[in-house]
């Protein structure tokens, strides 16, 4: 793992969150690093972190990540609470100045960083968990306990010869899963309505002659 640059982001994202008063705790910044990774592999078929990313519980873990992450200058780690019953939440406090790091890193990784935080950072983690495990390929093909393959990623430089079929790698309460949500979707769709124009006269006949020309 790239030990370093973890503690470069994690500073990054963790002070971000605190000048812009986005609540960030450990699941979310775990998760923000695993997106990280997700769209780094996508572009150039490699993580950025080389991190192990494991099914662990509910989604993506590296316990080795979130030690590296808390250790990294100028941040913190806050006493666990439980919120409610086997439910728990750890903060951060950053202790030094914001330090933009992202100007040391090349353009595609400062870019993909910045894409992810903005993007999901400010989401509440119920929406966040959603995406993660619903709609990022390793997660839809992954096994409880097992590492993480990001090689199903699609790479968009390739060209695509048929759509993949997703129904041998995606488990049937995965598949039920979906198809619930896309229903609820399809349930919230309220269809435009028919636009009535007045017309006087002169010119429902220009328009019919119009029609006429065609």
């Known amino acids: 793992m790239n030990a370093p640059l973890v ?3 994690a ?6 969150a605190s000048r812009d008063r986005v609540g960030l705790g450990t699941t979310k910044l775990v998760k923000l690093f695993y997106l990280i990774d997700h769209e780094f592999y996508r572009w150039h078929r490699r993580t950025l972190t080389d991190a192990t990313w494991v099914f662990y519980h509910y989604g993506p873990y590296c316990e080795d990540l979130v030690q ?12 666990v609470f439980e919120f409610s019953e086997g439910k728990f939440y750890r903060g951060y406090r950053v202790t030094k100045g914001f330090l933009d790091a992202s100007g040391r890193w ?18 509440t983690l119920p929406l966040l968990l959603d995406h993660v495990y619903f709609e990022t390929q390793p997660m839809l093909s992954a096994t409880r306990f097992q590492p993480l393959d990001f090689s199903v990623i699609p790479d968009p430089k390739q060209p695509v010869d048929a759509v993949r079929d997703f129904s041998a790698v995606i488990s049937k309460d995965k598949g039920e899963a979906l198809r619930r ?8 769709y309220r269809p435009s309505q028919p636009v009535r124009v007045s017309l006087d006269a002169a010119s429902e006949s220009a328009l019919l002659a119009m029609g006429e020309e065609d």
Not at 11 to 16: A, D, E, N, V, W
Not at 72 to 78: F, M
Not at 181 to 188: P, T, V
Request: hydrophobic share 35%; charged share 25%; net charge positive.
């Open 7 to 9: 503690q470069e982001i």
């Open 106 to 123: 090349p353009a595609p990784i400062r870019g993909i960083v910045e894409s992810v935080y903005q993007r999901w950072a400010p989401a």
């Open 11 to 16: 500073y990054y994202l963790l002070s971000r």
């Open 68 to 79: 590296t992450a808390q250790a990294a200058d100028g941040i913190e780690p806050e006493p």
């Open 181 to 188: 949500r896309l229903q609820a979707r399809k349930g919230g």
